[in-house]
């Protein structure tokens, strides 16, 4: 089926699952935010395919434009859950990662050398104690 | 202020494909500019179906816009964070196995050495004493609050597939001789 660009921009909406590569558009004068200047970018090129998808006829743009209308809102609760999702595994996984980097960096940097220290000690406190008990014999040996 | 823009490659794609009109070079000030123009119009969020149809294309168009460019822009998010959230995979699967390693293989072998060891201590101090040596005049001593308590450490037992298996093998073999 040959569908209009803007067909093919709304049906692609919900596929969040496909080639990652970005455009980079530019330089613009914008005062906005990086999230509001793409918003804007998005409504602009959002109307700038439906001047090349809308049908001339006003009553087939009016169902063409209600159709594309409910397709977006179809996908917008499963889009934002999905993004929600994505944006809280990721920082968790950031989060348990930071944790286990700082309690890895404490077992490595100060209690294995802490025990390997200790450890040392003992096995110098024995061999002195042994040697102590070597120069006094048992009772029963006496 | 000066600014460059971030959209899918596949989006800009598409409309250059449909608008072969329109300036590539000049793409972002082009946006912004058809951008600003609507979301600055009052927003209609009804379309009744008695309005004329001219007006209710109008409507319909600037809804349409903005509905779509805030879904796209969601979209934008989750894929270019995808490669935030595959660092993000690699460095908790990375620390895991570090963590792992440390806890079965490093700390362990150290620990329950140390608790030996301890615990010779304790037997030779007892020895000496009961030979009429005061353990404490017997140089080096150990400064016991500065050591790590360890005392008390067992081995962490960690599970296999294999030893839950046989666990259960052995329950049920339990449980069907009762």
Do not use: C
Request: net charge neutral.
């Amino acid at each position: 089926m040959n569908l209009s660009p803007l067909a093919r921009f709304v049906r692609d909406l919900g596929r969040a699952t496909g080639a990652a590569e970005t455009a980079v558009l530019g330089p613009a004068e914008a005062p906005e935010t990086d999230g509001r200047v793409r918003f804007l970018a998005y409504v602009g090129l959002v109307d700038l395919l439906a001047d090349a998808s809308v049908p001339n006829d006003p009553e087939a743009a009016v169902r063409a434009l209600s159709e594309w209308l409910s397709a977006v809102r179809s996908t917008e609760p499963t889009l934002r859950f999905a993004l929600f999702e994505r944006s809280s595994l990721t920082e968790s996984r950031e989060l348990v990662a930071r944790m286990r980097g700082r309690d890895i960096a404490l077992t490595s940097e100060w209690m294995l050398p802490r025990l390997r220290q200790d450890i040392e000690a003992y096995r110098a406190r024995i061999a002195a104690l042994r040697a102590a008990l070597a120069r006094v014999p048992e009772e029963g040996r006496r | 202020m000066t600014t460059s823009i971030e959209i899918l490659a596949s989006d800009r794609a598409i409309l250059l494909g449909a608008r072969p009109d329109v300036d590539g070079s000049d793409l972002a000030s082009l946006l912004l500019e058809r951008g600003r123009a609507i979301v600055e119009r009052s927003i209609e969020e009804r379309v009744p179906e008695d309005l004329p149809v001219e007006e209710r294309i109008g409507r319909l168009r600037d809804l349409l816009a903005r509905k779509a460019a805030s879904v796209a822009v969601h979209r934008f998010e989750i894929l270019a964070g995808r490669e935030r959230a595959l660092r993000a995979e690699e460095a908790e699967r990375t620390t895991y196995e570090q963590h792992l390693e440390l806890e079965k293989d490093v700390v362990p072998p150290l620990k329950l050495e140390a608790k030996a060891l301890r615990a010779e201590i304790r037997t030779l101090e007892e020895e000496a004493r009961r030979r009429g040596i005061d353990p404490d005049r017997i140089e080096p001593r150990i400064d016991w609050p500065n050591t790590l308590a360890v005392d008390a450490y067992e081995r962490p037992q960690y599970e296999t597939n294999e030893s839950r298996r046989q666990a259960a093998v052995r329950f049920f073999r339990r449980t069907l001789r009762a």
